[in-house]
């Protein structure tokens, strides 16, 4: 990885992994296990992992092989390293370009001290780091950013690779701003400040487990619940007064949701204060004198 004249050796390692249950496919008479086999259309026989290599097909009747050593020999400066291109605010990058995450760790004691420079740089700076680097036989765009004093490299979509906003034809509807802050009043409800709460723990995991082992037992399967329909909306105000209480009392908080502005309440209050003010004018206008010259 390497910034200006600055070269930091690193290696990669996945910043993720799948906890997924992963299924195989069975032949569902007598459960045998189903393989795809990789056949040579020529010679019409199953060939091994080491016979198989990657082509381009140029034309028709012509096949231009590709080996791993041509795709490492590249004459691209990003082939063999993470070149930095820029630094840039986090908030002026579009997550929807934002992809998977790779932890970046400094490889051997060389590394040490500009690995540490480029964190503390980036840390202190409050920006990230935009890269090209190639991957699985392509040039890709990237981010770098800082967890834990480590680095952390997402790899992004390319700008003319993501679809404009354009095809999705939004709703032409109006909203009130009592609307907007019963909303607001919503999102501040449920809003917290990390996600390691049991609301983000993957259930469906859970649930398929239970169900794999009750059937491996032979036992009834668990019950589903049953979803929750969702109401139609007629008072949008009062689904979200609704909407408060219940997140409130799921939180052991009372429910009390004062702060929601209520639409008629409002209208009322001032109707009133127009009335008040026309009654106080018509009280001021017989005693009015006009000014001299």
């Known amino acids: 990885m390497s910034f200006g004249l600055v ?11 799948n906890h997924s249950i992963q299924f195989h496919q069975y032949h569902l008479a007598d459960m045998g296990r189903v393989r795809v086999k990789k056949v040579c259309e020529l010679e019409d026989r199953e060939v091994a992992q080491s016979e198989i290599g990657k082509g381009y097909e140029y034309a028709k009747d012509q096949i231009v092989a590709i080996s791993d050593a041509d795709l490492r020999e590249l004459p691209l400066p990003t082939a063999k390293s993470i070149e930095i291109e820029a630094f840039v605010p986090l908030e002026s990058t579009d997550p929807i370009q934002i ?5 970046l760790a400094p490889d051997g004691q060389v590394a040490a001290k500009p690995y540490k420079l480029l964190v ?17 036989g392509r040039e890709r765009l990237g981010l770098l950013r800082i967890r ?14 993501i679809r404009s906003p354009g095809a999705v034809d939004p709703p032409d509807e109006e909203v009130s701003e009592e609307e907007i802050e019963g909303a607001l009043a919503l999102m501040e409800t449920m809003a917290r400040d990390d996600l390691d709460g049991p609301e983000f723990k993957d259930t469906y995991t859970d649930a398929l487990a239970k169900i794999i082992e009750a059937k ?23 689904a979200l007064t609704q909407s408060v209480e219940k997140a409130k009392a799921s939180r052991g908080e009372e429910a009390d949701v004062h702060e929601l502005p209520k639409k008629k309440a409002v209208a009322k209050k001032a109707t009133a204060k127009k009335t008040q003010a026309k009654k106080t004018a018509a009280k001021k206008t017989p005693g009015r004198r006009p000014r001299s010259a």
């Open 7 to 17: 070269t930091v050796p690193i290696h990669v390692q996945s910043a993720t992994e």
């Open 99 to 103: 992809g998977e995450g790779y932890y």
């Open 120 to 136: 503390q740089a980036l840390g202190r700076s409050s920006k990230v780091a935009v890269a090209k680097y190639a991957w699985s």
């Open 148 to 161: 834990d004093n480590v680095i952390v490299l997402h790899a992004m979509h390319w700008p003319d690779e």
């Open 216 to 238: 491996r037992e032979d036992h009834e399967l668990p019950e589903a619940p049953e979803p929750e329909k969702p109401a139609q909306v007629l008072d949008l105000m009062a």
